[in-house]
């Protein structure tokens, strides 16, 4: 069984909140997009994994972890024979690993013949991660609570996009996630409402092409990284000011890009990778 485990863009990621245990309370307006990892699973008499980035110890591998979550809970004797080819960039705030959770519960809910319905399966992501109950379905949705609450959006379109993906910033941190929430303070909670215009505003227009869009993050990493602060400043010097980043960093995403960057200059200046991403609906 073949599956593309498609990336995220986070539009808004607000802050709410911190929650009784370690999670935050977010609103977020995210979308899939085109960019995919591939994913070949199947039944085996043993459990292998083998994956084109092989920088995570078996224990810590998310894909791991969700096929012992269904095989517990279901009480499944199988194993699975799974491949994956690594296309979304590690640690990029594009939600690869949550992604690969989602397409392997979606997998091994048709390959076992589970019968787990998007309840059951949302359930069972938000046990592997915040981001997975999202990409059970994908396309556009405001996710709010820790990350367990979709509300669909059908009209959040939008022409392609560049990612900009700085390479270095996150190479020496082994958990960025948690060391990026580990920066945010009371100062950095917003009430929802940055989310909730864009929102508003989508149901007056064909295409989202906005730029207030918010996150958190964005200003710490403009903290953090001289690297990342050169790199929004050179954008803003080519007249860009239809960008964003996506969850935690430290992928940017541009939209008035056409006509204004030159990315030969940007591979000159900077460590970067590039991605054209267009709309993507699971």
């Known amino acids: 069984m073949y599956i593309d485990s498609f990336a995220k ?19 977020s307006l995210m979308h899939t997009v085109d960019l995919h990892d591939e994913i070949s699973i199947n039944n085996s008499k043993i459990l292998n994994i083998e994956t084109s980035q092989n920088t995570i110890k078996l224990e810590e591998n998310i894909i791991y972890k969700t096929i012992l979550l269904v095989k517990n809970e279901f009480s499944v004797k199988k194993w699975v024979d799974v491949v994956i080819k690594k296309n979304i960039p590690l640690s990029a705030g594009l939600g690869g690993g ?10 091994l809910n048709k390959l076992w013949k589970l019968k787990m319905n998007d309840n059951k399966l949302i359930e069972m992501g ?3 991660g ?32 560049l990612l900009i993906y700085p390479k270095n910033i996150f190479r020496s941190i082994e958990s960025k ?9 009371n100062i950095h909670y917003t009430d929802g409402n940055f989310t909730e215009n864009i929102i508003n505003n989508l149901s007056k227009i064909s295409k989202l092409n906005f730029s207030n869009f918010h996150n958190p993050f964005f200003s710490v990493l403009c903290d953090e990284s001289r690297e990342f602060k050169d790199i929004i400043s050179y954008l803003e010097n080519q007249n860009i000011n239809k960008y964003f980043l996506s969850g935690a960093g430290p992928t940017i995403g541009v939209l008035d890009f056409k006509n204004k960057i030159d990315l030969d200059n940007i591979s000159k200046n900077f460590n970067v990778d590039f991605f054209l991403v267009k709309n993507n609906m699971l």
């Open 9 to 27: 863009i986070n539009f808004t990621l607000e802050i709410l909140g911190k929650l009784n245990n370690e999670f935050h309370s977010i609103s």
């Open 98 to 107: 949550s992604s690969n959770a989602a397409a392997t519960l979606l997998s």
């Open 126 to 128: 938000a046990l592997l």
């Open 130 to 161: 915040s981001d997975v109950p999202f990409f059970i379905n994908g396309g556009g949705a405001v996710v709010s609570g820790k990350g367990e609450i979709i509300s669909p959006v059908s009209n959040c379109n939008f022409d392609e996009i």
């Open 177 to 185: 996630t948690k060391y990026m929430y580990s920066r945010i303070s």
